[in-house]
C-alpha cells in the first residue's frame, strides 16, 4: 500500500505535469473509485484506488524512462496538428506514443528530442531556470555576419536572449550552445546577427548525446545517465 497525492499520481502516469494535474483536478475531469474530486489536496492508494481522467482510467508509472529520438526534418513535436502535417507521434512505434516530449524542437529542426514517461520530469527540464545546456549545429547565411551580438546576450523585439556560447567550426557551420529554451531563439538571434539558419541541428540536452542514432529512431537512456542529469537540476 502506497500513499500518495492525488496530482502526484497523475504527474507520475506521464499523462501531465503536477502543475497541470492541478488544473485538470479543479476542472472536474478526474475521478477516484468512480465519484468526481475537485481538490488536489486528496490522498490516495496507489495500489487499490483507481484514478480517471474523462473516463479513462490512467496507471501511475513506477519507474521513470528517459528516450532519445532523432527527430527528423520537416515533423512537428506535437501529438496534433491542425494543418495535418505530419507529427513525431505519426512515425514513433506503438510502444512509445504514451511518452510526452520535454521541449520542442521546430519543424524544420532535426536531432535530439527528450521523451519520457514522467510528467514531472518534463516541467524540471523544459524550465528555463534548469540552466541545462543544449548544442546546436547550425548551418547559416551571410557574409558579414556579428556573432558577438549573440554572445553579449541580444534584445530582439523587446525579447531578451541569454549569452550564447558560439565556435565557428566551418564555413557558414556553427556549434551553439544555450541554457534558456526560448521559442525560436537561435533562429531568431542569429537572424539578428545578420547570419540566418539555414539548418539548424541539435546533437546534445545536458550530458545526454545524440551519437550516432539515426534519424526517426529512438532509444533508451540508462539509468546513471538520468541520475547525472538530475543531478544538474
Known sequence: MTKQRIAKFIAASGIASRRDAEKLILSGVVAVNGETITTPAMTIDDESDTV??????????????????????????????????????????????????????????????????DGDLVQKLSLPSSNIPRTYIARVGGTKYDLDIARRGAAVDGIHYRPMEITEIGKNKLRITVTEGKKNEIRIVLRACGAPVQKLHRESFGNLHLGNLVSGKIEKVHQKDIDLLLKTL
Open 52 to 117: 480517471t481522467i474523462n473516463g479513462k482510467k490512467i496507471q501511475s508509472n513506477k519507474n521513470t524512462e528517459l528516450y532519445i529520438f532523432n527527430k527528423p526534418i520537416n515533423v512537428m513535436t506535437t501529438a496534433h496538428d491542425p494543418m495535418g502535417r505530419t507529427t513525431i507521434y505519426d512515425i514513433l512505434p506503438d510502444e512509445y506514443k504514451h511518452l510526452r516530449y520535454v521541449g520542442r524542437l521546430d519543424y524544420k529542426t532535426t536531432g535530439l528530442l527528450l521523451l519520457t514517461n
